[in-house]
């Protein structure tokens, strides 16, 4: 019923670029925030952006600011990850995720990941 589904990931070389893609079907995608989160080896699993319902509003990390742009197209209910300037600390499965949070109801969905590699 539920899916999330990252794509367009894959080898870069530093200073390349990247648009992911995330495709959402099974629920309201547009009443649903979206992120994007990823995981490098031997680390744990970290916010890189996210994008309000309407897309109104967005957020970085601090190491993203500047290299990366989320939006979203609630009409496609897709949600992308546009990266450049990227570096080889930017190497981790990247994540999708939904989430709606509204007083006692609260639905949160993941998608498999997508891997992104920076190297040289």
């Known amino acids: 019923q539920v899916r999330l589904v990252e794509s367009g990931g894959g080898l870069v070389q530093p200073g390349g670029s990247l648009r992911l893609s995330c495709a959402a079907s099974?629920?309201?995608?547009?009443?649903?925030?979206m992120n994007w989160y990823r995981q490098a080896p031997g680390k744990e699993r970290e916010l890189v952006a996210q994008?309000?319902?309407?897309?109104?509003?967005?957020h970085y990390a601090d190491s993203m600011k500047g290299r990366c742009t989320i939006s979203r197209d609630n009409a496609a209910n897709t949600v992308y990850l546009q990266m450049n300037s990227l570096k080889p600390d930017d190497t981790a499965v990247y994540y999708c995720?939904?989430?709606?949070?509204?007083?006692?109801?609260?639905?949160?969905?993941w998608g498999q990941g997508t891997q992104v590699t920076v190297s040289s």
């Open positions: 994008i309000t319902e309407t897309g109104s509003s967005t």
């Open positions: 995720n939904a989430r709606y949070r509204y007083s006692l109801k609260e639905y949160n969905y």
């Open positions: 099974g629920f309201t995608f547009s009443s649903y925030a």
